[in-house]
């Protein structure tokens, strides 16, 4: 052997030492157990929604395999819960992490069929609710009732099947399954909430459902378990704020009491998560709402008691709250209030270009919503004649018009203009607009 080459083939065999050793200091380091542990500790970090922090925790474990999926699962469920709420095109690249993850759990539980109880209780849970949170519903009840033949007696789990069924348009199903539920377990939150939200929403019409509904949300309020779901609290105050909303209609003073009654609702809901959109969006409108008339949301008309002071700061508190919610997340409810508050301002070009903008917008809700979403662009389609109306361009009034009138199954529209164009019959522009919907 050359001479030379010693020094070269031991400063090698040096460096693989110290390799290895490094090696198994990292391997003793981030072992099973340690990953165990750390999982545990991750549950405070969840509760605090310290997302980024506990997923910088998870990280040194995606380098070694324990025979399990539980990291990707875990990973995938974390970046659920940071993006809860927020619309997909927002959360894109998020999404396709969770895609990722994912498919190589899929693959994983492919390739190890043989091996039983492959999944615990818990990673059948953060799967659902993945799942969910992507929207594929049908993935997501697969493994919730997994986890509810392992857990009989378990209710909540029985109402996210009711969910689940619900988002697959198996509404009756769903219905019967939330009312059970919260029948044999009222006192869980869980399922007090879905009932209210899912089966008495669609009565808050009648003054009997609304009562109950207010009882049942603050006894979740007051539950102390409501404690450790956060979002189950804002969603509470939120369903509150919307019930006062649907009281306020039959208040003397609308306006007062959606600004005493209603906002302190909806602005705890705020405080619980300041970046919610559903809350941001409806706290706006309810500013909105106190400063000028909405009919049904379909028409403007000014509120003569209303202040010069007071209708200035609901305004900018409008706008700064349609303003947060659209930077974290893009949604048409979002566009078209924006496109309100310049319609107000008598900025036409703007409202029209956020108008555009709301019925464009792909919307990836629920499809229990979809109805809603189709209500909406037949409102946005309305306030687009009016404000070409006030510009003197009836023909693009009588094409939005006509746009209108393919929503008929979802809005009560031509209704709403026709009565009132009985009770305004000093504003021109109601009644042509009533004119053009009764001829085209």
């Known amino acids: 052997m050359n001479n030379n080459k010693l020094p070269m083939i031991l400063s090698v065999s040096g460096l693989v030492i110290i390799v290895a050793i490094i090696a198994l200091t990292i391997g003793y380091s981030i072992t099973k157990a340690n990953f165990n542990k750390t999982i545990t500790q991750l549950d405070e970090d969840i509760a605090l929604q310290k997302y980024d922090e506990a997923l910088n925790k998870l990280k040194p474990y995606k380098i070694i395999a324990f025979n399990t999926p539980k990291y990707y699962i875990l990973s995938s469920f974390i970046l659920a819960l940071k993006n809860n709420g927020i619309s997909q095109e927002t959360m894109q690249d998020d999404l396709k992490t969770i895609e990722i993850y994912l498919n190589k759990v899929e693959k994983f539980l492919q390739n190890h069929k043989d091996k039983a109880n492959l999944l615990d209780n818990k990673d059948l849970e953060n799967l659902s609710f993945v799942y969910a949170t992507i929207k594929n519903y049908p993935k997501a009840l697969e493994y919730i009732k997994k986890l509810a033949l392992k857990e009989p007696n378990n209710s909540e789990w029985q109402t ?189 070009n703007e409202a029209e270009k956020y108008y555009i903008q709301a019925i464009e917008f792909k919307d990836t809700a629920d499809v229990m919503l979809q109805s809603e979403n189709d209500n ?21 009034a009588i094409e939005s018009i006509k746009n209108m009138k393919k929503y008929y199954q979802y809005t009560n529209v031509p209704e709403i203009i026709k009565t009132l164009s009985e009770t305004h019959k000093d504003d021109p522009i109601l009644q042509k607009l009533n004119e053009l919907i009764k001829n085209n």
């Not at 037949?378 to 023909?395: D, F, Q, R, S, W």
């Open 160 to 348: 996210r099947i009711a969910y689940f069924e619900d988002m697959n348009y198996n509404k009756e199903a769903a219905q019967q399954i939330y009312t059970s539920t919260y029948q044999k377990d009222p006192d869980n939150p869980i399922n007090a909430w879905y009932y209210v939200g899912r089966v008495l929403w669609f009565d808050f019409d009648k003054k009997e459902k609304r009562d109950e509904a207010k009882t049942i949300l603050n006894k979740i309020i007051e539950n102390p378990m409501t404690l450790q779901y956060k979002l189950l609290l804002e969603r509470s105050y939120n369903m509150l704020g919307y019930i006062c909303e649907n009281e306020a209609l039959e208040q003397s003073n609308s306006s007062e009491y959606l600004q005493n009654t209603c906002i302190p609702l909806y602005e705890q809901s705020v405080k619980i998560n300041p970046g919610f959109c559903e809350t941001l969006f409806a706290i706006a409108k309810v500013y909105i709402r106190t400063i000028v008339n909405l009919n049904g949301g379909a028409y403007i008309i000014s509120n003569p008691n209303i202040s010069n002071q007071t209708y200035n700061n609901n305004l900018i508190k409008a706008i700064d709250y349609i303003s947060t919610g659209l930077q974290n997340c893009q949604d048409s409810d979002g566009l078209f209030l924006m496109g309100l508050t310049y319609e107000i301002q008598t900025q036409y």
């Open 376 to 396: 909406l662009k037949g409102v946005v389609y309305t306030h687009l004649a009016t404000i070409y109306l006030k510009e003197n361009n009836e023909p693009k």
